[in-house]
T-cell receptor, first 119, second 112 residues
């Protein structure tokens, strides 16, 4: 299994500023994922981050708005840049790892999320 | 990934069984059926997964229709802690390193 922590757990930010969210995993993982969950909605994938390469962004998300770093196999950051109230969401970090789901099953583990409010 | 359809919400009484349905009529032969749930104020967590045969684990059972166009997650005795949003997700196991694509899920309420 994988235990994921995120910092900060929540923040209130002013419009036009940027916030960097940290994700720390207790084991080495190849792929890390960043999701956004807008109020009352399901999770939407922002990007996939592999160590040593550029992140791959999903449609509707761009690097200038959501730059991602992946300096090693246990850590990643997501920055929400030039924030507006529409960026108010929960941001979740996720990794895939083996688990009791069966031999070789790649269960996806999620962090507790960072609740961001933009005023 | 093929699409799934789930009811928006369901209610259950505590200590009674709960059957959460999922329709996936366009499922492909290599798609596995995964269930995750998201408790309030937490990230999603794995519940169960299967391909063709029914599956049981300590959390739940998964009943898969013979034609694989639908499945049912079964919680044998609902507790208040089972109140969550349950997501039915299809993913090609051949792409097992890939991410999960979440639909809207079913919000389960459990009454004492």
């Amino acid at each position: 299994s994988a235990v994921i922590s995120q910092k900060p757990s929540r923040d209130i930010c002013q419009r036009g500023t940027s916030l960097t969210i940290q994700c720390q995993v207790d084991s080495q993982v190849t792929m890390m994922f960043w999701y956004r969950q807008q109020p009352g909605q399901s999770l939407t994938l922002i990007a996939t981050a592999n160590q040593g390469s550029e992140a791959t962004y999903e449609s509707g998300f761009v690097i200038d708005k959501f730059p991602i770093s992946r300096p090693n196999l246990t850590f990643s950051t997501l920055t929400v840049s030039n924030m507006s109230p529409e960026d108010s969401s929960i941001y979740l970090c996720s990794v895939a790892g083996t688990s009791g789901g069966g031999a070789g099953y790649n269960e996806q583990f999620f962090g507790p999320g960072t609740r961001l409010t933009v005023l | 990934d093929a699409k799934t359809t789930q009811p928006n919400s369901m209610e259950s009484n505590e200590e009674e069984p709960v059957h959460l349905p999922c329709n996936h009529s366009t499922i492909s032969g290599t798609d596995y059926i995964h269930w995750y749930r998201q408790l309030p104020s937490q990230g999603p967590e794995y519940v169960i997964h299967g391909l063709t045969s029914n599956v049981n684990n300590r959390m739940a059972s998964l009943a898969i229709a013979e034609d694989r166009k639908s499945s049912t997650l079964i919680l044998h005795r609902a507790t208040l802690r089972d109140a969550a949003v349950y997501y039915c997700i299809l993913r090609d196991y051949g792409g097992s390193q890939g991410n999960l694509i979440f639909g809207k899920g079913t919000k389960l309420s459990v009454k004492p």
